[in-house]
């Protein structure tokens, strides 16, 4: 994604996104944000807005800054931002076959911290 298409995605696509890499499902952040899962949805469908104070506790679940979040800042900030990429770098270097080992591992690990928590 360019700097510029990022700067035009609303605030309920960014916090979807910023979800979907930190690798949480709308229950788990209903959970964190001790909210309903359906205020989740409502918020990342973008019909419920989010309060300045809701926006912090995001960037802060989700390892983002609140400038990205809101719009204001074309890249992800934060660790997230900077592992994802370093990792993608990583996975570049790696043979088909090592990839598809790496990604059942990913796979392996979601579904064990489903049932640690």
Do not use: C, N
């Not at 960037?59 to 809101?70: C, I, K, N, P, R």
């Amino acid at each position: 994604m360019s700097e510029t298409e990022g700067t035009k995605l609303p605030l309920s696509s960014r916090l979807r996104m910023a979800r979907e890499h930190a690798g949480l499902s709308q229950g788990q952040v209903a959970k964190l944000l001790r909210m309903h899962r359906p205020t989740i949805s409502e918020i990342e469908a973008g019909r419920r807005k989010v309060s300045v104070d809701e926006l912090a506790k995001f960037a802060q679940t989700y390892d983002v800054g609140v400038g990205w979040l809101s719009g204001e800042d074309s890249h992800m900030t934060g660790a997230l931002g900077g592992r994802i990429e370093l990792a993608a770098r990583e996975l570049a270097k790696l043979k088909k076959d090592d990839v598809e080992l790496v990604l059942k591992l990913l796979r392996t690990l979601r579904g064990m911290e489903g049932k640690a928590k």
